[in-house]
């Protein structure tokens, strides 16, 4: 049985910046890892869909040349190569970071992981593991970082089909363009493919159980902000819910409820559920240890610490803000804390943020 000072359990942004600095600190450290190196952020949200943005916002330039006084002639697009750019992108990224694991001798343990008592962590084989990395079996360290991340929230009667109804994994890599589109949610995740799309030349409609869109951010920006959507041609409905998808051969018809109970039907070619995600605590063993969970996340001290010594959390499990820099400083804040170093817990009221679209919002104060 391998013995480690520290076992991360997910690569993610925040498991994986953990993970090197626990060994730059001199902490025996592996990485427990089951798809991607890179996690979502890096694979499936952050950085793809920003590609695809740059992709759309170059597009957009293009079929306004004339505003710049330029000249550009039967502009198109080719949707196959925007989505192998996108998905490039990522690779790239994901190639960089096992190399800066193995730079940093952060070793790299391929499977699912569930915790034991006395830091146990025993790792099931995963599909399709990359070369050179170590395999299943039983692992134990002093301290367990648990790094899951989160996957799309789904609701009743909105169930992803990978077809019709897509979550940001299917957004992501459409194999055609979409002539209309119905995105459920205007959080960042909705309005950044609605973003997309649009300027692709979807028709998209927004639909927002909220009284505004963009719920997070500052009421007069997120104004502001659906002004100028509304003026690209977005179609928003706040104050509003979809009841009901029924699927055709290749659309789809959703009643959407209104505040004052009226109903309408409206047939779109694709659907987006971007309701949220929710964290994955499911199936590590947490409740056999009496880890507390709160809402769908891990409940921590600031530190990392959960409720049971030698288990810690970060990232998105650990409750939101869900981004990407939040987890990475987690990380970073928990390791030191392990190695004896003098930290304070974050500042979450602190944490930067921004939805790229057109425009760009910035966080809330």
Same mark, same amino acid.
């Given at each position: 049985m391998s013995q480690y000072d520290v076992i991360v359990i997910g690569g993610g942004p925040g498991g994986y910046v953990a993970a090197i600095r626990a060994a730059q600190l001199g902490l025996k450290t592996a990485v427990v890892e089951a798809?991607?190196?890179?996690?979502?952020?890096? +694979?499936?949200?952050?950085?793809?869909?920003?590609?695809?943005?740059?992709?759309?916002?170059?597009?957009?330039?293009?079929?306004h040349a004339k505003d710049y006084g330029l000249t550009a002639e039967k502009v198109g697009f080719d949707t196959a190569a925007i989505v192998k750019r996108s998905r490039g992108v990522s690779s790239q990224l994901n190639t960089g970071v096992g190399f800066l694991l193995k730079k940093n001798k952060v070793d790299v343990i391929w499977g699912m992981a569930r915790l034991g008592k006395g830091g146990k962590?025993?790792?099931?084989?995963?599909? +399709?593991?990359?070369?050179?990395?170590?395999?299943?079996?039983?692992?134990?360290?002093?301290?367990?970082?648990?790094?899951?991340?989160?996957?799309?929230?789904?609701?009743? #009667?909105?169930?992803?089909?990978?077809?019709?109804?897509?979550?940001?994994?299917?957004?992501?890599?459409?194999e055609t363009m979409p002539k209309s589109l119905l995105v459920v949610g205007s959080g960042a995740i909705g309005i950044e493919f609605a973003s997309?799309?649009?300027?692709? #030349?979807?028709?998209?409609?927004?639909?927002?159980v909220l009284p505004q869109i963009l719920p997070v951010e500052d009421h007069e920006i997120a104004a502001l902000a659906r002004k100028r959507f509304e003026k690209q041609g977005f179609k928003i409905l706040t104050e509003a819910k979809v009841t009901k998808l029924d699927k055709g051969a290749d659309s789809v018809t959703a009643t959407i409820e209104t505040k004052d109970g009226k109903t309408q039907?409206?047939?779109?070619?694709?659907?987006?559920?971007?309701?949220?995600?929710?964290?994955?605590?499911?199936?590590?063993?947490?409740e056999e240890l009496g880890v507390k969970t709160e809402r769908g996340c891990i409940v921590t001290d600031g530190l990392g610490k959960t409720s049971v010594p030698g288990v810690y959390a970060i990232g998105d499990v650990a409750g939101p803000p869900m981004l990407a820099h939040k987890a990475e400083h987690e990380g970073v804040i928990c390791v030191e804390a392990i190695a004896g170093k003098h930290v304070h817990p974050m500042d979450k009221a602190k944490i930067p943020g921004c939805t790229y679209c057109h425009p760009q919002v910035p966080p809330s104060a």
């Open positions: 798809k991607h190196l890179g996690g979502i952020c890096l +694979n499936w949200g952050c950085i793809p869909t920003k590609a695809l943005l740059r992709s759309a916002e170059i597009y957009h330039y293009m079929t962590v025993s790792v099931v084989a995963a599909e +399709n593991p990359p070369k050179g990395a170590l395999g299943p079996g039983d692992y134990t360290a002093k301290h367990v970082i648990v790094a899951t991340g989160a996957r799309p929230r789904v609701l009743p #009667g909105l169930e992803p089909d990978k077809k019709l109804v897509w979550t940001y994994f299917e957004a992501m890599v459409p997309f799309y649009r300027t692709m #030349g979807a028709e998209v409609t927004v639909v927002e039907t409206m047939t779109v070619d694709r659907v987006i559920s971007a309701v949220g995600v929710v964290g994955n605590i499911e199936g590590l063993g947490l």
